[in-house]
Structures are given as C-alpha cells and as structure tokens.
C-alpha cells in the first residue's frame, strides 16, 4: 500500500482546522503544530506555519465519488471562513470535471471525479 500526505500550511490553525471539517476532512491527530487530516483515505498535514509565497503556490487535488454531491459542501465557505469564493465544477481540457476551492490561506484544491470507464 502506499499513501501519499501533502504538508499544508495554515496561517490561523483553529481556522483551517475548521474549514477542513467542513468539506469532509476528519482530524486523525492533532497537537498544537501539525493535524492528520483524512478524507476517505485521501490524507493532508495541516502544518501550524505559513509562509504566504508557499500557501499561494500550493496546490492539492482531491478525487471523489460524486463530484455534484460533495460539491453541496462548499455552500457557506465564503461567509464562514473569508475564503476565494469556490468555482464549480466544469468539463476541463484534460477531460475531467473540476471544481476549485480555495482554503483560508489561499491553497487551491481541485476536486474532481475519477475519469469514466471507456
């Protein structure tokens, strides 16, 4: 088995910690500098550090079953943690749908849905 975590800052830690709750992340670990956040065995380090060049240059990709679905939990990021208002899903070249959402120190993630089957 292999696993792969991407180390994230976070600028406010309680912050982040938060947002990541409310699009499906549950917190495994956490101390007062690093949280082992899981989504559905897709796993990030929230890291207690920010450097702003880094946060902004940071990008995640998050696959999920049902796009559309998971999708319904970016309603309220905006008001609730002053993030980029989220994207919605869209067909991109490469041939999949993507949404962008970015968290409360400007990483951007691309969810998505695993390609179909041809």
């Known amino acids: 088995m292999a696993l792969i975590r ?6 406010d830690f309680a912050l982040s910690q938060a947002f990541y709750a409310a699009i499906g992340f549950a917190t495994l670990y ?7 956040l ?22 995640c990709q998050l696959f999920v079953a049902d796009l559309d679905d998971w999708w319904r939990r970016t309603a309220g990021l905006v008001e609730r ?3 980029q208002p989220p994207r ?5 070249p490469h041939g999949m749908r993507v949404g962008f959402l970015f968290d409360p ?3 951007l993630w691309h969810v998505s ?5 041809a």
């Open 6 to 11: 991407p180390f994230v800052p976070a600028r």
């Open 30 to 36: 956490r101390d007062d500098e690093l949280a082992i």
């Open 38 to 59: 899981d989504h559905d065995g897709a796993g990030i380090l929230l890291q207690n550090y920010y450097v702003e060049s880094w946060a902004e240059n940071c990008m």
């Open 81 to 83: 943690f002053a993030v």
């Open 88 to 92: 919605a899903p869209t067909m991109q």
């Open 105 to 107: 120190c400007g990483v």
């Open 113 to 117: 849905e695993p390609p179909a089957k």
